[in-house]
């Protein structure tokens, strides 16, 4: 799992470097609203995470997980956080 958010990291840093147009990353770190923008987007898929949990439904938790997810690690980039950092961080909750 480890290996999948490094990877997923390294994609939104490098869009975060090189603000391709058609990326929806990019859009994040360039949005007028700054760094809202993503913050916004993680409490919207929070919401759906715990609707999704109340309602049962397994293939929408997994779906708003991954969005919560990929979300944090848009924050965790716009405040220069590295991913390893995280990672170390829930190691030492084992």
Known sequence: ???TLRE???VI???K???????YTAE???HEK???AALEKLGEEATEFILAAKDGDEAE????GADIVYHM???LAQHDVDVDELLDELEARR
């Open 1 to 3: 799992m480890s290996d």
């Open 61 to 64: 938790l997994t779906h708003e």
């Open 73 to 75: 690690l848009v924050v």
């Open 13 to 15: 840093e490098d869009r």
């Open 17 to 23: 470097e090189t603000l391709p147009e058609d990326s």
């Open 28 to 30: 994040l770190f360039t």
């Open 8 to 10: 997923l990291a390294a």
């Open 34 to 36: 700054g760094e809202n």
